[in-house]
């Protein structure tokens, strides 16, 4: 992993194209503490996952789809989840998730 990924305000997890996690940043660890943290590299992240999540992800692992991106409430804590699969020669070779915080009342503006 990058060098700025590492220490990034964002919590990064990749997975490869069975799903065994290969890579956590610094706040993926982190976010992921009490699952195991930096000891869930090499285990199976759809087992981390319940239905229908684990189906969503299991169909990307599989094919080059649509990014699945939603926000969750957490104590307090709300968040942008952004899961993508990754490529390798235009075939599917794992998934991404970025899982960023985000404020309560965020603005949103509509560009022209």
């Known amino acids: 992993m990058n060098d700025w990924i590492e220490e990034a305000p964002i919590a990064v997890t990749v997975c490869d194209e069975r799903g065994k996690i290969t890579e956590m940043n610094q706040k993926s660890a982190k976010t992921f503490e009490k699952y195991g943290g930096l000891s869930l590299i090499g285990s199976d992240l759809l087992a981390c996952h ?21 926000t969750i409430e957490k104590n307090g804590v709300k968040k942008l989840i952004y899961q993508f699969a990754s490529q390798k020669n235009g075939h599917p ?7 960023l915080e985000i404020p309560l009342d965020m603005p949103h503006f509509v560009r022209k």
């Open 50 to 70: 319940p239905e229908p999540s684990r189906t969503k992800l299991k169909k990307m692992l599989t094919s080059v789809s649509t990014p699945n991106a939603y």
């Open 93 to 99: 070779a794992g998934l991404v998730e970025l899982s």
